[in-house]
């Protein structure tokens, strides 16, 4: 597994009318960008907002660490 970080963009009505576009960042674990793009796309958030995604990234490492996802 991996870790995504999926960059989505959304209109809220509740704010200025919807008129300006939101972003939010939603983590996720898959093993590859389609199935990250498929998790997202099945979250609440996501669905209620009707949330498009702009972009994906796999976040392998920050600031010279690598990241290693462990099973809890």
């Known amino acids: 597994m991996k ?3 999926v960059h ?3 209109y809220d009505p509740n704010i200025s009318d ?3 576009e939101g972003h939010t960042n939603i983590f996720v674990c898959a093993r590859d960008e389609k199935e ?3 998790k997202v796309k099945e979250k ?3 669905k209620k907002f009707k949330m498009h995604i702009d ?7 920050v600031e ?3 990241i290693k996802l462990v099973k809890s």
Do not use: H, P
């Open 55 to 61: 972009g994906v990234q796999e976040m392998d490492t």
């Open 18 to 20: 919807g008129f300006y």
């Open 44 to 46: 609440e958030e996501y």
């Open 8 to 10: 989505t963009g959304f």
């Open 3 to 5: 870790l995504f970080q």
């Open 36 to 38: 990250a793009r498929e």
């Open 64 to 66: 010279g660490y690598k």
